[in-house]
Structure formats: C-alpha cells, structure tokens
C-alpha cells in the first residue's frame, strides 16, 4: 500500500508498504530517518517515541497506515520544531491545521556534521547535563520531553518522572536526565 | 609508570583537559538522530540475515530440511551447521560454542540455522519454514543434576585447560582461596553466622540491539560494521570461522548502544559475514528485544554458603564461603567469574583465616558470562547480608562493625595480594552515613491529600501510607580493574600531530569501543592536556590498528587511556626535539629547561613562551603508535588461591532508603547514596553518570530484574514486558560522593569506576527493606510476595 503524511513538516510518501510494517518501520528503513530507536517492538521502551498529530507515541506500535494524513514529528525534526515553536507560528505540531505547502518548501533538512544544526533547548540541555551516555534512548526521551516542556514550562520533579515513565534508559541512572529537563526548563523560563 | 609530577596542563588548563567535565564529542550526534548505531547501517542491495533457534534446551537434532525455506522468493540463502565452510566452534577462552548447533542444542535458543532475505519478514518467513527434528534430551539445570551420578555430560571429551583439575566434566573451572587456619578460628570465635543466598540471573538488558553490517569485498574478505566490546577479540574468533586470514576480516566498530558485558561474547557477528561471503551481497542482522534475549550471555545465577565468625569485640575471625555459578550451556567467561568470585569472595575486609571456594557448572541453562561486576556482585550480596547479621548478633552499628574490620591500603587480601594503593572502605562508609537523611513520609503534602507518586506503588494508587515502613540499609564492595591473572591486558593508541592552517591538530586512533561510558571523550581530554592542543579528532575505532582491549572490567580509561598519554607523551618529545633542531639556536632554554606543550605553544616550565606549536611543526607530521601495559598479574595457585593476581582494587559504598508497603510487598526507593573513590575523575560529570547508572543496574537486581528459566531450561520472559528493568518511577535520587585519592601505579592516578557501584547497591537496598520488615530475604531478586509471604 502507499502511505502519505508529513514528517517534521515536510510531505512524505512510502510506497510498498506492507499491512503489518509500524511506522517505526517506515521511518527507519523506508524514509531514512533512522533516529527513532528500536529498542523492544513493543511499546514498553520509548526508544521509538515520535509525535503523532502532537501526542507523544510509540512509533512501534502505529501501524503505518494509521499515519495516513496525520502529521509526525521525529527527533530529526525536534529543533525545527522548537524554533517554530519559539518563533510563535502557531504551528506547532499539536494545531490541526498541518503545514502549509510553503513552510514545507522553506524546510531543509539539517546539514551534515556535528554543530551544524543549532540544537533544540532540550537538545543542548541534554548535551550539557551530561543525560547522554551510549544515547540510544535519547531520541525518544528528547521527544517526550520536548513536549512535556511544551505543555508544562515549570515541571516539577514528579510530572518529569510521570511524562518519562514510558522511556527505559540503561545508562544514566536518570538523575541526569532529570537534570536536563530541569535545565531545558529553567532556560526556557530565563528566555520566556 | 608512575605520575611522579603533575602532568602538563593538569594544573594550568588546556581548556577540555583531563579533570574537566569535557562534553561528549558524539553528544550533539546523539541527540539529533544523526549518530549511526549498528542497527541504523544502510548498503544498496543489502540483504537481512535472521536466526533460527532452538525451542529446546537439550536435545539431539535429527534432521533439516531447508528446502521450503530455500524455495521462498526473496530467499538468498539458508545456512545450517552442514554449510560451514571452516572452523565450527568459537568462544573467549575455550572453543566449545558451535557457530551453528552440530547435532545437538544445548540450551533454549541455541542458533540452528541462518537464511538471508531481501526483506526480514520474508527471512522470518522462511526460518519458519525451516523442519528441524527434534529427540529431547534431559536437562541439567543446577549443581545436584549436574554432577550427578549418570548426568548427561554437556561437553565430553573436554581439552581446555581447566578440565584436568574438576571433580566432574560438568563443573567449568574451580578455584579456591585458603589462607590461615579455619578450624582453629572457628574455636576461638564467640559468634558465627551462617546463610545459604541465591542471586537470580540478570541481564544486561542494554538498549540497542545486538547488530550489524557485513559488506562483502573483492579480494574474498569482508568488511563488518558492528556493536561490539572488543574489535580484536571478535577478529581472532570470527576469521577461523570464516576460514580467512585475520587481514581479510576488517572490523570496524559502529554505534553502540550500551553492553554492560554483554557484548563480549559473539552474538551475530560470525552468521552475518558467513551469509554475506555466501549470497555476496551485504547483509545486516538486527536481532528484536525477544531474541537479544537469547542472543548474549546473561550474569551468573549464584548458590553462596557462607559462615562467618567474629569475637565479642567485632573482629572477624574467619570466613568460608562455597559460591556455585551456573555458567549455563557454554564457557563463555566463566573462569574468570569464578577467579573473581574467589579472590573478592571475602568482600573489602581483613580476614586472616579464610576458606573460600567457587566453581561454575555446564547446565541446560542460557550461557552466562560477563556482565558489569563480573563474580563480585553475587559475592557481595551474600558478604554483606552476613555482615548486616553478625552486627545485630554483637550488637554493633552495622557500619561501626564494618568499618572495625575495613581493608586499608597495605592490608593483604586473602589471595596473599597486598592492595597497594588507597583502600578508603571505612572512610566511604562513613560518608555515606554522615548525610543527612531524606525526609520521611515524602508523599505527604500541604493540602492534605497524599501525593501517590511517592509511595509504594505509585500511580497504582494501592496505599495512601497505611502500612509503610521506613527501613535503611547500608553495603560496600570490592572490584578488580583490569584482566587478571596473568593475562597480558595491553591496549594500543596511535597519535598524531600536526599543523591544520596554522593550528595544531591532534587525531587519536584506536580500537577501542565506545558503547556509551565516555571513552571517546577521555581520549580527547588526555589528547589536549598531553599536547596543549585544543583540536583533537578522533578517528573510528577499528582493526586498521591494534588491539586496545575489551570495554569491560572498568578498565579502557585505565588503559587506553594509559596507551593515549603515552602515545602523546612520545609525540611531544618528537615535538621538543624538532623544535630543538630548528630553533634550539635561538633560545638556550630548549637545550637545558623542562619543555612544556599548553595552549599552542611550547614553553618552559616557568611559562616562558618559546614557540608557537605550529611554527615548530610546519609541514611536519609527528605520527606515533604504543602499545601499553599495566603492571603484570600472576595466575592464582589452583590448590591455594594465592597469587598477585589483580591490578587495581575499585570501592564503593551505599546506603539505601526504601519506604515499604508491608501489607502488599511493593518497595519503594526513596534514596540511594553512593560514596566512591575513583582515584582520579578524569570527567566528573562522566564517572558520576557511570555511579549513578551502576547504581540503577544494582537497584534493578535488588527488586525486580531476573530471567525465569523453568526446570527444563526453557526462559519464561524474554521481553521487557516481563523482565523489567528499572524506570524513572522506580528509581530514586542518587546523591554521589567522588573521592579522589591517586593510585600512583595508575595514569593520573585514576582508578577503574564503572563496575564498584553495581556491586553494593544491591546488598544495601535490600538491608533497607529487612530493616523496613524484619525479613531474612535470602534471595534476589526480592518480590512483593516475598515481602507478603503468599
Ligand atoms: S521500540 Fe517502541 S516502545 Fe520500544
Ligand atoms: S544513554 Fe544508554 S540507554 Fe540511555
């Protein structure tokens, strides 16, 4: 089957699609954009966490035909999307409306290298509080978080435990990805 | 070598230096998505490999019949144990594993046969179609089956070198350790405490998936793309499978994520270059969470006996100890565990008169092998709920107890080993101790309804702090750094220097693999304050150069880390003697002062800028290879368990505060301190996430993390649905407390910090809960109906 939707803003088609390929699936071995992580096919990992029309899910357990339409955000898209955000187009990834033909022309996808890209706030606030180490969970913890801060700017210690309670890391103990989130909020605090 | 004076730069700063909390040099890859992990790897016209395995743990194979599967379009190939095409068996120390079953499959999830497919569902498809017949054999499963009378011998006709001195083929390796007289201490001891403990089988349970890429070349060679702990270990077993020269396999390492010892062992690396050499076509092979689970060694399940004795006084008198390791189907590195096991059976204290002895088994069980602690977690736990107890039977503090019998440094081990370095076990006990305590009842709020978030059970809602005890618990350990006994533990780095329009630029080369801890970045660091440089580049870790070891035994900063300093320290004096032959004439202080390289330039040691780094280079490239060793270590006596066999000794200590809802058996961690000295934190931010993230490991076998293989060998919960591991919610705040106290026989003076911290948690925690219940909790992991009784 061929499937349509957007991906961090940008109009997408995957043709061939088998029925049971999730769209984690899609994403990573028909879109190239492999940053959403496959940790357990299962749901009970958040490797793979993307936004769907805005709400946080588990790529691995949409079926890539229930992305018909919709719009998703990866972590690949994370930094666009926080400068949208920040910018006040009102587009953020939760509006119905999708993205217009010609924000999708202004896209570019980020070019190549480290430091080319300037990081999303959750982003660099990962890199600073040291919340990365083998970093295979990061891709999901960044997206969950980005939108628990997008949601809730002043987040206390138990709503970050809650909004990230769905994303195994096996590294870090956590405490520095609770540091992070802290950091990624008070900074947007300063900003705002 | 010893750091007799201060290194350049330690003092001064070149920014990003050795003692700085560097950032990552991969960090900004890692959280765009852009950084490549094993499993993302991408070839035109790849092919996907999948394994089938045995749904059994011990039987005969009868026949195979690949036809169907081969008949499957999109199927390239099918590969059985039939199809190998050189050496059969592979493995760390001893070559008992078959590439793919021979005949007969010894435990659940054995690999039988391999097919390649232009889509993995349609390789899946095919496996299915694979008919393997099956005549079930009878398992092994524990110590009393397997040495029985009769008991179906796993491996017969055994040649490693361990075989000659087991009472019985099914025993792996056998080590003890005595020294002093038992029989008369036990005579003059006024308390003994004795216990039987049982720690489950845990699993890495790293995040990635085991994976990879095999690309295959014209000259019949192979290119492999993996996640792996080890490049050059992997080379010297795969090549002899693949029947190739080891300079046809090259290697090179891709993202990884996480291994914790699990990536130690071969898992797809040899099936996926043997379907590529096949089809000649790249394949890849991605294993899912359900087969990861099958697919690498697990930690050692564990049976310890201990007795204890003491005087009235609180002195220890003697220890013996029994400790049986199930090692599972294959060797792996079971007799290492069990040398580890052994020698640190006594834990971080000073015992005159010990009689320790561990072993590990062959069974039907998945294959157990390395994993973070390595032989030293199970010990601990069993030490230090013996030590929990003998201080309540005297009636001591029981960190007033351990602390009167605590190792310092020049205490002999019961090895013989005199630990020559710092030892500070008491001083981090009473660290731990002396912080304040978080608050109690921490779910109670201002407005009067309870936060559940902070109770037993949480979002569960099943208590609103009826029946919840507080209890606190604390525990320390001992670790070796390093490969022991006698192995010869080098690591290789190559460094050059050289002038990039006008600025001095450092590239570090080495096999090492970075699978998360932060290796990369303490390379880069020893780079820019060995060299003064700011610019280092990394290359990719890979078999064009030698040999930098395993990332295992907390050992890479240690060692490659002393690999890179000394690469450096050569290639700075090629610097000082270059600049000496082209500007020595200028400046008698480059004949006769002590040179340094900080901040791009060459000075004196009293900061007298000579040269300008790049003005002495020019077009010169200053290229340097070593290879470096830590001290040597010595095979422990087979009879007496005697013998200087460890490099360095690594401490930690907890202490654990857990709120317990004793009526439902549910557990929660308020806090979980850890005090640890690291002898030199070459990146504080880095050994505090490696603390915190051992700690959590440790947390996890305490209370919820263990495979449940069932008295047939079958494994009952390969999936995080069923084996949990630790999540935000289940874990608590983790204050760490680094000290630093130089081991001087270590670069920096830093001492391996990745494994000391998974070792005392879990004893602590689970003081804390026996404190909270009263229980004896014998076994680990514990469960709610442990703590219920039902
Ligand atoms: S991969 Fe989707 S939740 Fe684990
Ligand atoms: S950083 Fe490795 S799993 Fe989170």
């Known amino acids: 089957m061929r499937v349509n939707f957007t991906v961090n803003g940008r109009p997408q088609q995957a043709d061939d699609v088998w029925e049971g390929e999730s769209l984690l699936y899609v994403l990573r071995e028909r879109l190239g954009l492999p940053g959403s992580k496959n940790a357990c096919e299962q749901g009970e990992c958040g490797s793979c966490t993307v936004r769907l029309d805005g709400l946080p899910v588990c790529a691995c357990l949409v079926a890539a035909g229930q992305a018909e339409g919709r719009e998703v955000v990866t972590v690949e898209g994370l930094a666009e999307h926080a400068r949208r955000r920040a910018a006040g187009d009102g587009t953020t990834a939760r509006a119905p409306a999708g993205t217009s033909l010609d924000e999708a022309r202004r896209w570019t996808p980020a070019p190549g290298g480290p430091g080319a890209q300037a990081l999303s706030p959750v982003q660099q606030a990962f890199v600073d509080a040291g919340a990365v180490q083998c970093g295979f969970c990061t891709p999901g913890l960044l997206v969950a978080a980005d939108e628990l801060i997008e949601r809730n700017p002043e987040p206390s210690d138990a709503d970050i435990r809650e909004a990230l309670s769905g994303n195994l890391c096996r590294c870090t103990g956590y405490e520095t990805i609770l540091d992070a989130v802290r950091l990624a909020a008070a900074r947007a605090g300063e900003a705002g | 070598m010893a750091t007799a004076r201060t290194p350049a730069g330690l003092a001064h700063g070149t920014h990003g230096g050795v003692g700085e909390s560097a950032p990552r040099p991969d960090g900004t890859l890692k959280v765009t998505g852009e950084f490549a992990y094993a499993s993302d790897l991408w070839h035109e016209d790849m092919l996907w490999g999948v394994t089938l395995r045995s749904p059994h743990a011990h039987a005969r194979i009868l026949s195979a019949d690949v036809s169907a599967a081969l008949a499957t379009p999109g199927v390239y190939a099918v590969l059985t144990h039939a199809d190998l095409p050189a050496a059969t068996r592979y493995g760390l120390e001893i070559q008992d594993t078959p590439v793919l079953a021979d005949g007969v499959v010894r435990y659940h999830g054995e690999p039988v046969a391999l097919v390649a497919a232009d889509h993995p569902e349609t390789a899946r498809r095919a496996a299915a179609r694979i008919r393997i017949a099956y005549e079930e054999l009878p398992v092994v499963h524990d110590e009393e089956s397997a040495t029985a009378p009769g008991a179906p011998v796993l491996h017969p006709g055994r040649d490693d070198d361990h075989a000659v001195h087991v009472a019985h083929p099914n025993i792996v390796h056998r080590q003890p350790v005595v020294r002093g007289d038992v029989a008369a201490a036990r005579a003059r001891a006024d308390v003994v405490v004795s216990g039987d ?455 930690a200590a907890h202490r654990a505060v857990v709120d317990v809802d004793t009526e439902l058996g549910l557990v929660k961690v308020v806090e979980l301190a850890c005090a640890q000295d690291v002898g030199k934190a070459v990146n504080p931010l880095a050994v505090t996430g490696q603390i915190q993230g051992g700690t959590v490991q440790g947390l996890g076998l305490a209370v919820m993390e263990e495979i449940v293989v069932s008295a047939d060998g079958l494994v009952r919960n390969p999936s995080f649905t069923d084996y949990l591991i630790p999540t935000v919610l289940d874990t608590p705040a983790i204050p760490v407390d680094v000290l630093e106290l130089a081991d001087e026989h270590a670069p920096y003076g830093l001492r391996g910090a990745g494994e000391a911290p998974t070792l005392s948690s879990t004893p602590a925690v689970v003081a804390a809960i026996r404190a909270a219940t009263g229980l004896a909790l014998k076994r680990v992991p514990v469960r709610p109906e442990h703590l219920t009784g039902t």
Not at chain 2, 294 to 300: A, M, N, W
Not at chain 2, 308 to 313: K, L, T
Not at chain 2, 445 to 458: E, I, M, Q, W, Y
């Open chain 2, 197 to 651: 403990y049982e720690v489950g089988m845990q699993d890495q349970a790293f995040l990635g998936p085991e994976s990879g890429l095999a690309v295959p070349a014209g000259d019949g060679g192979v290119d492999l793309y993996i996640a792996t702990q080890w490049l050059h270990a992997d080379l010297r077993q795969i090549a002899p499978v693949l029947g190739l020269p080891e300079d046809k396999v090259r290697m090179t390492l891709s993202g990884v994520g996480g291994a914790f010892g699990g990536r130690e062992d071969l898992s797809m690396q040899a099936h996926a270059c043997l379907l590529a050499l096949r089809t000649g076509r790249p394949v890849k092979m991605v294993y899912n969470r359900f087969e990861s689970f099958f697919g690498h060694v697990h930690r050692h399940p564990a049976r310890l006996h201990y007795e204890h004795g003491a005087s009235r006084d609180g002195q220890l008198l003697y220890v013996q100890a029994r400790i049986v390791l199930d090692g599972g189907a294959y060797a792996s590195s079971s007799p290492a565990v069990v040398g580890n096991a052994a020698s640190l059976a006594v834990g971080p204290y000073v015992v005159d008169h010990v009689d320790v002895e561990a072993l590990a088994l062959y069974t039907n069980n998945p294959p157990c092998g390395a994993m973070r602690g390595f032989g030293a977690v199970q010990a601990c736990f069993a030490y230090e709920a013996q030590m929990d107890r003998l201080a309540e039977r005297l009636g001591l503090d029981p960190v007033e107890f351990r602390q009167r019998n605590a190792m310092a440094q020049g205490a002999v081990m019961p090895t013989g080993q005199v630990v020559d370095a710092p030892a500070p076990v008491a001083e981090l006990l009473r660290r731990v101790k002396a912080r304040p305590m978080p608050p109690g009842r921490p779910w109670e709020t201002a407005g009067g309804a309870p936060d559940v978030r902070a109770l037993p059970g949480g979002l569960s809602n099943t208590t609103h702090g009826e029946g919840v005890v507080r209890g606190v618990g604390y525990a320390v350990g001992i670790k070796n750094v390093g490969f022991s006994e006698g192995f010869d533990d080098y690591s290789t780095a190559r460094v050059r220097l050289e002038a990039v329009a006008g600025q001095p630029v450092a590239t570090v080369h080495t096999a090492m693999a970075e699978v998360g801890q932060g290796g990369v970045t303490v390379h880069a660091q020893i780079a820019r304050t060995e060299l003064g440089v700011t610019q280092v580049v990394l290359q990719p870790a890979d078999t064009r150069v030698g040999s930098a070891g395993s990332t295992s035994a907390s050992r890479q900063t240690y060692v490659t880390g002393g690999a890179v300093l000394h690469a450096c320290r050569a290639v700075r004096e090629e610097v000082f003697a270059l600049g000496r032959a082209r500007l020595g004439a200028y400046h008698p202080a480059w004949a006769h002062a002590e040179l340094l390289l900080e901040g791009g330039k060459v000075t004196t040691e009293a900061g007298e800028v000579l040269a300008d780094l790049a003005d002495v280079l020019e077009d010169e490239v200053i290229e340097v290879e070593r290879e470096w060793r830590h001290r040597p270590t010595e095979p422990f006596d087979l009879r007496t368990g005697q013998g200087d066999g460890h490099v360095q000794y690594s401490f």
